[in-house]
């Protein structure tokens, strides 16, 4: 596991996206998986500018959500569809034949994970996956407890998150939602891996992840044993790190 520590907020957004740029340098035709939240926002907006000072080509690209919000319809503005589209799909002018995701509205959702993970492994799978950390160590939506030989699944959510969600979007409390996620599994076979998380909500997460035991208590400290897994954290998500912040 490699750690980069950044300080300054646009420093931390930039450093995110000249890993996903470098992804795609590397390989034009690169299968790359994104992950949504606060923290991605902030990542994708400095790789559409990037990219456009850089005119680097994103258009024979393939991009997926590593998971997805089900039972709420993808023109809702908190799913992971209609945020991927707008921060990433749209601006990088990506087709939108190349953009991967399960359908949240899904009659059977166990064979819309199937039928997604068959969609991402296919032709020899990811080149490189982009993930954020959830307050409590998950990744995807692999909610603490996951086995860490899980493939694509539908979890549950975590209390908080499901709470913050309805809080922002107005989802009523009758509507119950899910996370159609990548298995751990599916994410450790990706030849490529980068993590990034800031702000002091995430600092037990990250100090578990990086210096603790690898345990399926915490999802991501499962990325210890990536063989090519980079961990990009601010100075408040690193300050719980015995090494302290080195920058
Ligand atoms: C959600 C997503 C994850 C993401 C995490 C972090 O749970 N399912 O894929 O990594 O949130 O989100 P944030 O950056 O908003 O803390």
Redesign the pocket.
């Known amino acids: 596991m490699k750690i980069t520590i950044v300080c300054g907020e646009q420093e931390f957004y930039s450093a995110g996206a000249e890993r996903i740029a470098a992804a795609i340098r590397t390989n034009p035709e690169a299968k790359i998986g994104l992950?949504?939240?606060?923290?991605?926002k902030g990542v994708h907006a400095a790789l559409v500018k990037l990219c456009e000072e850089r005119e680097i080509d994103c258009s024979r690209i393939t991009v997926f959500g590593?998971?997805e919000i089900t039972n709420m319809p993808r023109s809702c503005p908190a799913s992971c569809y209609d945020l991927l589209l707008n921060q990433v799909v749209r601006p990088l002018r990506i087709s939108e034949d190349r953009f991967l995701m399960p359908d949240p509205e899904a009659e059977d959702p166990l064979k819309e994970c199937q039928e997604f993970e068959r969609r991402v492994m296919e032709n020899g799978g990811p080149d490189f996956i982009f993930?954020?950390?959830?307050?409590n160590g998950?990744l995807?939506?692999n909610q603490p407890g996951t086995p860490f030989g899980r493939t694509a699944w539908l979890s549950w959510m975590d209390d908080s998150?499901d709470e913050r969600l309805r809080r922002e979007n107005g989802i009523p409390a009758d509507v119950k939602m899910g996370?159609l996620t990548l298995g751990i599994k599916n994410l450790m076979q990706c030849p490529h891996l980068v993590l990034a998380a800031n702000g002091s909500n995430k600092a037990d997460s990250a100090a578990g992840m990086i210096e603790g035991p690898v345990t399926e208590a915490l999802p991501a400290s499962v990325l210890q044993l990536h063989p090519d897994c980079e961990v990009i954290l601010d100075a408040d998500a690193a300050q719980n790190l015995s090494r302290g912040v080195t920058g």
């Open positions: 992950s949504t939240g606060r923290t991605t590593i998971d993930l954020g950390l959830g307050e998950h995807g939506f998150l996370g």
